[in-house]
């Protein structure tokens, strides 16, 4: 998706940010010591998963399905200002059923608002599989009014050529739906081992036949555009910075407690205190 937009485009997804916060310009260690809680975190270990802003990356949002207005609020800024850029608003299939979901789709249809709204469908929400909790499971017929597009979305091209066609659809027709069809290996939260509703063999099948990363793999080797040895160092590349940074990450120091209060506003008012802010940073500030 990424790689059909351009930085002038806005992305808001849910509070599972970290590859958006990554491709949107975070570095690796400013997205791991967030996480551990450390000072190299890209909110100095304040904010978690849930802090993580990039230029035109709007995080990381906590509440369920609540980006989805956010996004189409980015885009009425877009329409507003006569830029010619669209917001992703991306959501889970377990956030597909929240009503603001549906009041998004009716403004930003109403106003023709330059906004992509994804369905990152992997099948399963906090231990539930959509069948269960979606009356309809077609996501992207969900917009009704709202023209939607079903991609494979363990397949990069077919994703990066959808989001393409659904940009220029947005610039100049409006919204759009997008219903991502992807999967997820592991379970959904650290009190979710992912087994306890579906079955090892059905994880297993899909590592082996719908992997995104060893199919463009294959598909590279195939149409001989990469040889097994450039593919091999860049995953050893990869491997070694995340691995470093990683180790970083968790020997850095956290922040000490009496930080707790300092940068929780921006240019407060001059007579303004916080108790046990730290006066200097405050003055520094407001200066």
Known sequence: MESAITKDDA????Y???????????????????????????????GGSMHMYAPNFYGGNGIVGAQ?????????????????????TLYGDGAANQGQVFEAYNIAKLWKLPAIFICENNGYGMGT????????????????????IWVDGMDVLAVKECTRFA??????????????????????????PGTSYRSRDEIQAVR???????????????????????????????????????????????????????????DPPADMRVRGCDVSILAKTTA
């Open 208 to 266: 082996e036949n719908r992997d995104p990363i060893t199919n463009l793999k294959n598909r590279l080797l195939t149409k001989e555009l990469a040889t097994e040895d450039e593919l091999k160092n860049i995953e050893q590349d990869v491997r070694k910075h995340v691995d470093e940074a990683a180790a970083k990450a968790q020997a850095d120091p956290e922040l000490p407690l009496e930080e707790l209060y300092n940068a929780i506003i921006i």
């Open 167 to 192: 940009k220029e659809y947005a610039l100049q027709h409006g919204p759009v739906v997008i219903d991502c069809s992807t999967y997820r290996y592991h379970g959904h939260s650290m009190s979710d």
């Open 11 to 14: 992305v808001i997804t849910a």
């Open 68 to 88: 989805v207005p956010l996004g189409a609020g980015i885009a009425l800024s877009f329409q507003y200002e006569k830029k010619p850029n669209v917001c992703l």
């Open 16 to 46: 599972r940010a970290h590859g958006w916060a990554y491709i949107r310009g975070i570095s690796v260690l400013g997205v791991l010591a967030e996480l551990t809680g450390r000072v190299s975190g890209c909110a100095r270990g304040k």
């Open 129 to 148: 599989s959509v069948n269960r909790s979606s009356a309809s499971t077609d996501y992207y017929t969900r917009g009704d009014y709202i023209p939607g």
